[in-house]
C-alpha cells in the first residue's frame, strides 16, 4: 500500500520567509508525528499528533513552529519568519497507534534549505 | 549520559566481514529499542525491534543488556548492500501514554569490495 508522502521533497527559501510543508500518513494510522533531523545528526522529535490534536509539542524549538492536523489526516508544519538555522531535512512519520512497541513509517521527507 | 549514545564511526569493512555497533541508552525504564537503517539523503527504515534479551534476522543480531543499559547490532558476511548509516533509536514516554522516538547519531558503515 501507499506509504507516508511528504511535499515538497525540497524547497528552497529567503531568510524571513514563510513556509509550509506537507505529510500525508498511511491511511488509518492514527499517530502522525514531525521530526527534523541536521546533516549529521539523528531526528529530533519536534511533535506528535493524535488524531486532530497535538498531544505533545514539546519539541518544537520556539513559537515560529506551528503545526497542524485539523481532519486527523494530512498535516501542515509551518515555519514563520524562517532563518538560516531552519535548515534541515523534516521527516514526518506515522503510526497505527503510540505505543512503545509501535513501528512509526518515515515519508521521504522535505529538504529545506533557507538562505 | 546522552540519551542515547553512539560511536560515529565512520566502519569500513571489507565484503564478508562481521561487523558491530554498540549504543547505550540513559533511561532505564526504557522497555523497547529500535535499529533503523538510513541510506543517503533517505528516510530512516526500522530494521530490526528489540524486546527481550536479543533478536536474530538472517545476518542481522540485536542483543540488550538492560542491566549496563546498552544494545548492540551485529551484522555477518557484510553486503555492499548494507553500507548505509545504523540508528540505535529508543522510545521516549512523552506523558499522556504516548511515546516519541529518540535517536542516536547513527554509526555510518562502508562496506568495500
Redesign the interface.
Known amino acids: 500500500g501507499a506509504g507516508v508522502s511528504q511535499t515538497p521533497s525540497n524547497k528552497v527559501t529567503e531568510k524571513g520567509k514563510y513556509v509550509e510543508l506537507r505529510c500525508d500518513p498511511i491511511s488509518g494510522h492514527t ?1 502522525l ?1 514531525w ?1 527534523r533531523q541536521s546533516l ?6 519536534l511533535i ?1 499528533f ?1 488524531g486532530t490534536g497535538a ?2 509539542d ?2 518544537l524549538p520556539n513559537d515560529r513552529f506551528f503545526a497542524v492536523r485539523p481532519e486527523g489526516s494530512v498535516s501542515t508544519l509551518k515555519i514563520q519568519r524562517t532563518e538560516r538555522g531552519d535548515s534541515a531535512m523534516y ?1 514526518c ?1 506515522s503510526s497505527p497507534l ?12 522535505t ?1 529545506l534549505t533557507v538562505l | 549520559r546522552k540519551e542515547v549514545e553512539q560511536d560515529p564511526g565512520p566502519f569500513n569493512v571489507p565484503e564478508g566481514a562481521t561487523v558491530a555497533f554498540n549504543c547505550t541508552y540513559s533511561n532505564s525504564a526504557s522497555q523497547s529499542f529500535f535499529w533503523y537503517r538510513q541510506d543517503c539523503r533517505k528516510e530512516p527504515k526500522l530494521l530490526m525491534s528489540v524486546y527481550s534479551s536479543g533478536n536474530e534476522d538472517g545476518r542481522f543480531t540485536a542483543q540488550l543488556n538492560r542491566a549496563s543499559q546498552y544494545i548492540s547490532l551485529l551484522i555477518r558476511d557484510s553486503k555492499l548492500s548494507d553500507s548505509a548509516t545504523y540508528l540505535c533509536v529508543v522510545p521516549s514516554s512523552s506523558g499522556a501514554g504516548s511515546y516519541q522516538l529518540t535517536f542516536g547519531k547513527g554509526t555510518k558503515l562502508s562496506v568495500i569490495p
Open positions: 499517530a508525528y521530526y549529521g545528526q539523528g531526528p529530533e522529535f506528535y493524535q498531544a505533545d514539546s519539541g521527516l512519520a503510540a505505543g512503545p512497541t509501535d513501528t512509526q513509517y518515515f515519508g521521504p521527507g529538504r
